[in-house]
């Protein structure tokens, strides 16, 4: 896979920080040039069909995860949607938390007041299992993909967890996830999947959805239900839940690019996606471990995301950045992110870098 002339970035460095941020594909750009260059054209003319363009980004948001259109919600980025989620639950529930997960994930719970127990996010599936017996949580949530160490969350687990604690809702934050892989939400055992759209998405900044199964809905603002809703008549078609997830006017340029990116990755097909992603993270694993540059518990792990915090020194990581090999410094290493747009060049290009300094 070469992807260069879709993303014109790759031709003048080495990009390998997708989980801070993904990039934009020319193709995206042209969309986002027509669609401003509309608005300028037209001025309130051109906002005239918004509510049809707002439909079938959803619709297309629902295709891609296999999802229902109507439990489907457009929101900024993950921390307003699960703000939102948090502010409708009672304030009853216990939550389990993953220790040193992202901050928008623990700390907005912690904030609230509820009852919050941890674990660690590299527990066995077995210690996992035992905990939420023991514990009782109505809630678990966490990210798929840890944010610092890229370890991933076994989907198989929540599935069991989700067969023999059906009652406990299970959250996850997919924006470390979302766009590498395949994903059936309709078939997983997560009950909500909130996630941003700039990183692994490829689709900029100030879009992301919120995913939810229907029994959801019985635990979300229910102080609410029977009163009156809006009656005016550009709101009379809103359910309950879209008025607190979507309240004012949605950004047909944000939104509108998430769309434009999931079109993008469609095209290409999310199987080359995942083979690429898994292919390249399997020969970076191995050359990482080769040269003892993960930790025990990563380099263990049977499954992991593509994303690699590895054991450099900051000699050696300033060497990265003077060689334009795009990354960053997180917690205690530096992390490494491939995506599609990877190739094993990148990867070599990188090694190389790394056995010339990293003495």
């Known amino acids: 896979m070469n992807f260069e002339e879709h993303f014109p970035l790759l031709n003048n460095r080495t990009y390998l920080n997708t989980a801070s941020s993904g990039i934009l594909s020319a193709s995206l750009m042209e969309w986002r040039r027509a669609h401003d260059q509309d608005f300028f054209d037209n001025g309130s003319t051109f906002r005239i069909p918004q509510a049809e363009r707002i439909e079938k980004i959803r619709a297309s948001i629902a295709r891609f995860f296999h999802s229902k259109p109507e439990n489907t919600f457009l929101v900024p980025n993950f921390s307003y949607g699960f703000n939102i989620f948090l502010e409708g639950l009672s304030s009853e529930h216990r939550f389990l938390l ?4 992202y901050p928008s994930v623990n700390y907005a719970v912690q904030s609230r007041g509820f009852h919050s127990e941890y674990i660690a996010a590299d527990e066995s599936e077995t210690y996992i299992l035992d905990k939420i017996g023991e514990l009782k949580p109505t809630v678990f949530a ?53 996630s941003s759209g700039y990183k692994w998405m490829l689709a900029g900044y100030g879009n992301g959805f919120f995913l939810m199964k229907d029994q959801v809905k019985n635990y979300l603002y229910r102080d609410t239900y029977g ?6 008549p550009f709101l009379k078609d809103k359910q309950l839940l879209s008025l607190y997830f979507e309240p004012g006017h949605q950004d047909t340029l944000a939104f509108g690019s998430l769309e434009q990116s999931i079109l993008f990755m469609e095209k290409i097909g999310m199987t080359a996606i995942e083979h690429q992603i898994r ?4 020969l970076a ?61 990148d990867l070599n290009r990188l090694l190389e870098v790394i056995d010339q300094h990293n003495n």
């Open 98 to 101: 993953l220790e040193e997960d």
């Open 142 to 194: 966490f990210s798929i993909v840890q944010y610092i160490s890229g370890n991933k969350i076994n989907l198989t687990l929540i599935t069991e967890i989700k067969r023999l604690y059906p009652e406990i809702l299970i959250v996850a934050d997919g924006t470390q996830f979302c766009g590498t892989t395949d994903f059936n939400f309709a078939q997983s055992g997560i009950d909500v999947l909130i």
């Open 227 to 232: 009163r009156p809703l809006p009656t005016e």
């Open 279 to 282: 292919k390249l993270s399997d």
């Open 285 to 345: 694993k191995a050359a990482f471990i080769q040269r003892g540059l993960l930790d025990e518990n990563t380099a263990k792990r049977a499954e992991h995301s593509s994303i690699f915090n590895i054991n450099i020194s900051e000699h050696t990581y300033q060497q990265l950045l003077d060689a334009d090999i795009v990354c960053l410094a997180r917690g205690r290493g530096i992390r490494i992110a491939f995506h599609f747009y990877n190739t094993e060049a």
